[in-house]
């Protein structure tokens, strides 16, 4: 990879660019990932893209098939569901709700999880060691369950379930955050600096940050397919999303009532949903493989 | 071996009694009145200043806990808000049958998910290993719920072979003693126990199946990677070196050290199947743990919230033990027994 | 890979057995019935509940009453009375009781004698009188009894030999018979009573029912089952059947779902338009006219819903139309009227409130509603005759009144939570109904919407108007039809420009089978019967 330099000079590439450009070799990878810039894409966007505002009803449209069956109609591309609400619009305003919500439930505890897990892998002494072993057990417990604890406390509704997924997906950022934390800390380069007099501080960001990026986004799109499926979960349940918001959970769980007289209500939700995670969970694969084909080399 | 295991035991005993602290608070943290939030007995009830007394509603905190502790250790678990039925008969009950079909459904994704996923890293990036990995990625991203269904309608409904709620026909008059449906066919005295054992095997192949189908691709995902890392390991050539079989040189060498690595996630495996119950036992109206904690949740039933919690909670720690315990018994090298150090 | 080879044994295995078990039904799924109901039952006494969810599963099954109403004849029929003669002018009834008739001998209580007089007193004391020690057990309410004034009109029973007794009345009333039919006036054991006095488990008549029925309680477990055994010794004839489980399962879709796998043999309210789509050959489905309204009721107690022009703001703003479609499928009538239109003391009546959310707007503007007021909607979580999907009717409502400026939120709980956070009068509005438990057109109102029925919590409204009361009692005193006719009118009149509530629908009733099930019957009037039940399976 010679470059057109006037001055030799060597170029190192970060480890989160050497991920990277092992990652982009991948064809499913770069696939899924268009998959989710494109879906975050349409989310942001869906409020100008849904041809209806998702809960008016068409009361002369009930129950109609998608556009491409016989007895679709193109004005309702994805067909209607049974208050004749229209799908495709559903499905766009889903995606705030299912997608979108999910993401910014995953920045806000990342931000919280990763201090306290990099403030945590720095500091460590008898107490800590205690708290890091019961620590460890707490993290046994799923983060579904522990959502189901909290909305056990606040109530079922939309902002509750928000807020225990959040707080459910901390503890999983503090783990890995300090586990990669703690591996690096004893690492030859580190002692070097820290040889050198560089403050924690300078350590942490200009030093170790760096190098357990790979891994930190990796938990990223872990937490992001299951905050998905968690916010879906709950709605299927009942104890998320109220109607007439549409979720895509939500729509699932009472499109059961209707899936003889209308499949297709059943079907799109669970396709999206299905899909969504998908594409994160190969995003999230290639994202290990490529990590670890950068520490073999 | 001794070390290890009193090292694991305090942690756990320490993380089960932060439980039951926790657990405790839970009564502040509900809305209404603390004694009737553990005991499930309302103010206007006759019974109320009795029940009042005996947990300390006087007291201060630490005399309550104790008070709630001794409770506990009692199975004195108060009374749902809703049904006014002993908490623990019903809290008993349902764990048993969740236990049921968790454990049948982490023996099938273990019986699935490992020769599969081993199958795929001996044949690592051939075509075989390509679909196995495919739909393996597929298998866990499908939501729990819509797999359910998808079921539901093509085995229930289709092509109506399978039940599709309940453990067992309620006409088999199988009375609900332990909870564990087998069990309560072998402890009751039917006449008819051979068809009531088909009847019941037949009702749980669809939950089963479906809370089995997410570890089972975990399982074949961790498997594989595991084999093909344990497989460039230098005495795995070493081995091939002194001529042996390949099947000989899986099975012997290979696949136990993969497992090492396996046994470390199962804890969080079985954490996931634990979630997945609630989603499940709800869908197929399996009388567990999960639906019944669902229902508490709907209805505000606290005692019933807090004796679910508890139990799912505890039956994660004391899993996580049990895999710990067996990891360090069969792989010496996890005890980590550096004699002299501190 | 060797487990691979032991794995497809295994899950073909299991799928073997499943697929064997269609083959032939093993003995006791022949000689029982599963019947799929959508509740739990709130206790096994019909006298202390009026849910229908409790009638379908108690008083049909469990007990037997005095007399019995033929709706094929439409006369009443003897029952535990073998005959009866008004005398004093109608203010004093003397019932003939049947010899021979036993009550239930179960794991829990074994009679020593068979019914007679002491067991009727007691039955009508433990409502009737408030100084009998039952009354008080499980919370001395009775609604039923209070709502139709049974309490007030029946001064005393009296034995007059050991199989005879006397009701005396207040004064003459032309629905008495009719109530003494209905499914709550059931008759206990005194005996029993007596025994549990002494055991000091008073409480536990309501849980552990004794009876004189074609069943016998064997077992209850929330949310999963009821389970009755036959009684070989009723006096009439009895069921062909030898258990009858009631499965509990408030969905719809799912107890569909179960009827078409062959969970249930009987299920009450199918989703009918998706039973033909499924086009299942062996499912029966009966309908039957039956007397219900559905109705969407304000707490009248509640700001802003005190206020008349509120209320009527409200019912201009909702397309009833649009329901019926929706969730009806056509198979209900939109009602303008609580009364349905079978019934004799019906009469149209221009005055019905029209969908009209302009006006709705304006109306709401008059009082002072502020746009973006926000209230409830609460919607049953279960299935009843009058509403197959009171949650999606409630989202139709909510679209409604979002475009007349009001936030709706819906909420539900557990049918027997709802019911009793209904009572407390929780709610700012539900979505609720009625159905008749006998012909009488007074059981459409007294029950709902008298102020009786607000101190016993069985008016969804809290509506307490005295001209309204008035009404209603010179209807029930007189018995000639006409006169009865225009109070019923004037009452509709004022219901018509008060709106307590908001008639939605009359719907038929309906009910799907396997086609081997015999015996079903759906009465009109009040919940199933499953007293002739039997099954003609194939050998």
Redesign the interface.
């Known amino acids: 990879m010679a470059q057109p330099d006037l001055y030799y000079r060597d170029n190192n590439p970060s480890p989160l660019q050497l991920v990277w450009y092992s990652f982009r070799s991948r064809i499913a990878a770069m696939v899924a990932l268009w998959f989710l810039i494109i879906l975050l894409a349409v989310t942001l966007l869906s409020p100008l893209l849904a041809p209806f505002d998702p809960a008016q009803q068409f009361t002369d449209a009930i129950s109609l098939p998608p556009s491409w069956t016989d007895a679709g109609n193109m004005q309702y591309m994805f067909g209607t569901d049974d208050l004749g609400r229209d799908m495709l619009s559903r499905l766009l305003i889903g995606s705030v709700y299912s997608f979108a919500l999910p993401l910014a439930t995953v920045i806000v505890a990342s931000t919280f999880g990763i201090f306290m897990g990099a403030v945590a892998g720095v500091d460590r002494n008898f107490k800590y060691q205690v708290f890091g072993q019961v620590f460890d057990r707490v993290l046994t417990i799923p983060s579904f369950l522990l959502a189901l604890v909290i909305i056990a406390i606040l109530g079922p509704g939309l902002g509750n379930a928000i807020i225990a997924i959040t707080l459910s997906l901390i503890p999983q950022f503090i783990y890995v955050t300090r586990n990669a934390v703690h591996s690096e800390w004893q690492k030859d380069y580190v002692t070097a600096s820290r040889l050198n007099g560089c403050s924690n501080t300078y350590l942490m960001y200009r030093v170790i940050l760096p190098n357990i990026t790979p891994a930190l986004v990796m938990q990223l799109t872990v937490a992001l397919s299951v905050s998905i499926m968690d916010i879906a979960a709950l709605s299927f349940l009942g104890l998320g999303v109220q109607p007439p918001t549409p979720e895509w959970g939500s729509m699932l769980s009472r499109s059961l009532d209707e899936v003889y007289l209308s499949p297709w209500s059943m079907v799109l939700p669970g396709i999206t949903l299905f899909l969504t995670i998908t594409a994160i969970n190969v995003v999230g694969d290639s994202l290990r493989r490529a990590i670890k084909q950068r520490m073999e080399n | 071996m001794t070390r290890f295991l009193l090292h694991r035991l305090i942690y756990f005993t320490l993380a089960l009694w932060l439980l039951t602290v926790f657990s405790f608070l839970l009564n502040w943290l509900f809305p209404g009145d603390v004694i009737t939030n553990m005991s499930g007995i309302r103010a206007i009830s006759d019974s109320y200043a009795s029940e009042f007394a005996l947990r300390g509603g006087d007291d201060n905190l630490v005399m309550q806990y104790v008070y709630y502790l001794q409770n506990l250790i009692n199975f004195d678990w108060g009374y749902s808000l809703v049904s006014q039925q002993p908490v623990w008969l019903e809290a008993s009950r349902t764990f048993m049958a969740t236990a049921e079909i968790l454990l049948l459904a982490l023996l099938l994704a273990l019986v699935v998910g490992l020769p599969l996923g081993a199958l795929a890293a001996m044949r690592y990036h051939s075509g075989v290993d390509k679909t196995i990995v495919s739909i393996a990625v597929g298998g866990y991203s499908i939501p729990v719920f819509w797999l359910a269904q998808l079921l539901i309608l093509l085995f229930a409904v289709k092509l109506r072979w399978l039940p599709i709620t309940g453990q067992i026909d309620p006409l088999f008059l199988i009375e609900p003693q332990s909870g564990s449906v087998l069990l309560d066919i072998a402890l009751s005295d039917s006449a008819h126990k051979a068809a009531a054992y088909r009847d019941a095997l037949a009702h749980m192949v669809l939950p089963v199946i479906v809370l089995a189908s997410l570890p089972a691709m975990l399982l074949l995902r961790m498997m594989r990677n595991t084999t093909v890392e344990v497989m460039q390991q230098p005495y795995i050539k070493a081995v091939r070196a002194r001529g042996l079989s390949p099947l000989r040189v899986a099975v012997k060498h290979a696949i136990p050290n993969a497992i090492q690595g396996i046994l470390q996630q199962l804890t969080f495996i079985f954490g996931l199947m634990l979630a997945n119950a609630v989603i499940v036992e709800s869908i197929f109206n399996w009388p567990g743990i999960g639906s019944w904690l669902l229902k508490a949740i709907i209805d505000r039933d606290y005692p019933v919230i807090q004796a679910a919690l508890l139990i799912l909670v505890a039956t994660t720690l004391f899993a996580n033990l049990l895999f710990e315990l067996y990891r360090g018994w069969r792989f010496p090298i996890v005890r980590e027994e550096r004699y002299g150090a501190t | ?4 080879r ?2 497809l044994p ?1 899950v073909l295995g ?2 073997s ?6 083959q032939q039904l ?4 022949r ?4 019947y799929c109901s959508e509740g739990n039952p709130e206790g096994f006494n019909p006298q202390r509940i009026t849910s229908g969810t409790t009638v379908d599963a108690t008083a049909a099954q469990l007990y037997d009453r005095l007399i019995d109403y033929d709706a094929e004849t439409q006369q009443f029929v003897p029952a535990l009375a073998e005959q009866w003669q008004a005398l004093d002018n109608g203010t004093r009834y003397r019932f003939q009781l049947r010899d021979g008739v036993a009550f239930h001998s179960t794991a829990y209580f074994t009679p020593s004698r068979p019914f007679n007089a002491d067991d009727v007193i007691f039955s009508f004391n433990r409502w009737l009188d408030p100084t009998s020690l039952y009354h008080n057990v499980g919370g001395g309410n009775y609604p039923f009894f209070t709502a139709t004034g049974l309490d007030k009109l029946i001064k005393r029973v009296v034995k007059v030999d050991t199989m005879t007794i006397d009701i005396i009345l207040n004064n003459a009333d032309s629905s008495f018979l009719a109530n003494l039919a209905t499914d709550f006036a059931v008759i206990l054991s005194a005996e029993y009573a007596g025994q549990l006095a002494v055991d000091g488990t008073p409480e536990r008549i309501d849980h552990q029912p004794i009876g004189t029925g074609p069943y016998r309680f ?2 209850y ?5 009821i ?1 009755y055994n036959r009684n070989p010794d009723y006096w009439r004839e009895g069921p062909q059947i030898e ?1 009858l ?1 009631y ?1 509990i ?1 408030p969905n ?3 107890r569909m ?2 009827l ?4 249930c043999d009987v299920i009450p309210y199918p ?1 009918v ?2 039973l033909q ?2 086009n299942q050959a062996q499912i029966e489905v009966k309908s039957e006219v039956s007397p219900n309204v559905a109705f969407w009721a304000f707490n009248t107690q509640k700001k802003p819903f005190d206020d008349p022009t509120v209320r009527q703001a409200l019912s201009h703003a909702i ?1 009833r139309r ?1 329901i019926i ?2 969730i009806y499928y056509g198979s209900a009538e939109r009602a303008d009227s609580i009364l349905p239109p079978t019934s004799w003391a019906y009469s149209a009546n221009g005055s019905d409130v029209d969908y009209d959310p302009e006006k709705a707007r304006q109306l709401l503007r008059q009082a002072g509603v502020r746009d973006g007021f926000r209230m409830t909607i609460w919607a049953m979580p279960v299935q009843r005759v009058y509403n197959p ?1 009171a ?2 009717m ?3 409502m ?2 409604d009144l ?1 475009q007349v400026g009001i936030d709706a ?2 909420v539900s ?2 049918w ?2 709802f019911r009793r956070r209904l009572s407390r009068g929780e709610h700012d509005t539900a979505l609720i109904g009625w159905y008749a438990d006998n012909a009488d057109p007074d059981n459409f109102f007294r029950p709902l919407l008298s102020c009786a029925a607000v101190a016993i919590g069985s008016n969804r409204a809290n509506w307490c108007h005295p001209g309204f009361d008035q009404i209603l009692l010179e209807a029930i005193a007189t018995t000639d039809t006409e006169t009865r006719r225009q109070l019923y009118r004037s009452a509709q009149d004022l219901l018509n420009q008060q709106v307590p509530l908001l008639p939605i629908a009359h719907s038929m009733r309906y009910q799907a089978q396997q086609d081997f099930v015999t015996g079903v019957e759906l009465p009109p009037y009040g919940g199933i019967s499953f007293r002739r039940a039997g099954k003609e399976l194939k050998p």
Do not use: W
């Open positions: 890979m060797i487990n691979l032991m794995t295994l299991l799928f057995i499943a697929c064997s078990n269609e093993p003995e006791p799924l000689k029982g019935l599963v064997a077992a477990r929330k949310d999963y089952f389970r258990h489980v499965s399962t719809a879709n799912k779902l179960k078409v796998t062959g969970e989703l338009s998706k789509s499924l397309n649009a479609d929706a999907n949650r999606r409630a989202e139709l909510q679209s979002a939120r819906i709980y557990e027997n939570s």
